[in-house]
Every structure is written in C-alpha cells, then in structure tokens.
C-alpha cells in the first residue's frame, strides 16, 4: 500500500513537472561538468548544483525536477512532503539533505541541528554499495598513524582522508594523541537508531574516542527529541582540515558525536556556494 502511495505520488509530480515544464525541459538538462559554471539565476536547486560537483561518476545530470544517475535511471529530488525532525531523519529524500546546511563558522549547534545525519539512503547505497558485500568491494586501505584503515575509493574519498592524514600529520606532536585506535568501515545501524550509520559506506571515521564525546554516552535515557547539552573536546584545528578536504565534522551536531568524521563533500560544496 505504502509503496503504491508512492508511486501514485511519483506519477502526480511527473505529470504536473510535465505540464508546467515542457517548453523548458531541453533547457534544463545540466551535464555534470557545467554544474559549477552555471550562472546562479538559472532554476537549478543549490543542493543539485552540490550534487552534480562532488558525484560526477554516479550523478549524470539534473531536468524538470529529477536526478539522472550514471545508470540512466531518474530519481525525484523532492516529494515535496512536510516532515517532523525524526521523519525526516527516517526518510530523507534528496533535497532534505541540504535542508540543514553546515555552517562552518558556527561551533554551538542549535536545538536539533545536526547537518548531514539527514542522509538519502537510496542515493548512498547506489554509490557506495546496498550490502556488506558490495561496499567491501570498494574499499581500499588507507594509512592512518601507524594504522591501516578500510575507507571507499569512490568519489575519492580514500584520496581525501589521505589528504587529511597529511595534513594532520604536519601539525605539532601534542595532537597526535587524537588520532590513535580510529576505526572507519563498520556495516551498522546508528547507535539506539535503525538507520544505516555513514560508517556501513565506508565514508566515515571515528578518531579516538578517549577524548571524544557522544550525546547518548553523556544522557544515557534521553530521546533523540529531548534538549541535551553540548559537549566537544577535539581542536578546531583538527575539524577544520577534515573540512578543508570534503568531510563533515560530528562536533557540528546537536546530537554531537564529537570523534565522528564523514566524506560529504556535496555538504561542503554547498556550504561553500550558499555563502
Ligand atoms: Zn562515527
């Protein structure tokens, strides 16, 4: 019933975007590799324009309100549905992913505001993988202060950590002791959650948890809805050269999970753009 409802909702918007459009459609397509030079009046969406820089292999390009991936098929970017904070969490279309932009120079989150846990699960599966299996094929070893860390080759994502691993290697030796025991690729929901954690992709690190904090260690009973209290002891220093090569910092989070670390380039390009 559910997946009918869909459909039906899928034809509706396909036939008003038909209607309202057609003059325009031959217009609209944008290939991959212009996304970035189109002036901004045009009608393509931020979050596209995001999508289309940092996803070339798997994003093909954007018309009449739909994604076409690298296999041809075509994804609606928004259902247009109003959504509660945990709905959203739990079934996030595209266009809910930028719904929270993350904003580099704010370092207290405000209440519930956690930019990129919103993640489109079918978008992520598509690139990374659908199963254990699939995304294990992906991944690639990186070296990672004096460890050798699994992490996806796809959309350069192993490059880009070891971009930071070089980066983070040059800084004064008093930092090295956030980097030990990381762990990356893990095929898992999120903690106390059923969703899939950015780690099942292998877009994800967790640095030492020693001096990390997670918001479910600190208010053991509360609800993802309820008022927590933040907390973050990982150097600025070290958030900013993860985001300087494409990753997402957890200490960015209402629901802080402050040794987390993810490969979202899309949101850093938006972040970048929107600005
Ligand atoms: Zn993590």
């Known amino acids: 019933m559910k997946c009918l409802l869909y459909h039906i909702i899928a034809l509706s918007s396909l036939c008003c975007i038909n209607a309202c459009t057609q003059a325009q459609e031959s217009k609209s397509v944008i290939p991959t590799e212009k996304a970035d030079s189109i ?42 549905k109003e959504k509660t904070f945990t709905e959203r969490m739990d079934n996030a279309d595209i266009e809910d992913m930028f719904t929270q932009p993350y904003d580099t120079s704010v370092w207290m989150p405000s209440r519930n505001y956690d930019p990129g846990r919103i993640r489109n699960e079918k978008l992520m599966k598509y690139m990374y993988g659908a199963t254990a299996q699939e995304v294990s ?16 080759k796809e959309n350069g994502a192993a490059d880009s950590l070891r971009a930071v691993e070089k980066e ?42 020693k001096y990390s904090d997670f918001w479910r260690w600190k208010n053991p009973g509360k609800e993802e ?51």
């Open 137 to 152: 094929k992906k991944l690639v070893k990186v070296k990672w202060f004096g460890q050798q860390l699994p992490f996806t």
């Open 168 to 209: 983070l290697a040059s800084l004064p030796e008093k930092y090295n002791k956030y980097f030990y025991q990381s762990s990356t690729y893990n095929w898992r929901k999120v903690r106390g959650s059923n969703r899939l954690s950015a780690h099942s992709y292998g877009i994800a690190i967790d640095i030492c948890t």
């Open 225 to 275: 809805t309820d008022e927590i209290t933040y907390v973050n002891r990982i150097p600025k220093e070290i958030i900013r050269i993860f985001e300087k090569h494409g990753f997402i910092s957890g200490a960015r989070w209402y629901h802080y999970d402050t040794m987390h670390f993810e490969f979202r380039p899309d949101l850093i390009h938006y972040s970048r753009k929107t600005k």
């Open 39 to 80: 002036p901004s009046t045009t009608e393509i969406p931020s979050g596209v324009r995001a999508l289309l820089a940092s996803y070339p292999d798997f994003i093909k390009s954007y018309s009449d309100g739909k994604l076409t991936l690298s296999n041809g098929e075509e994804v609606i970017y928004d259902d247009k």
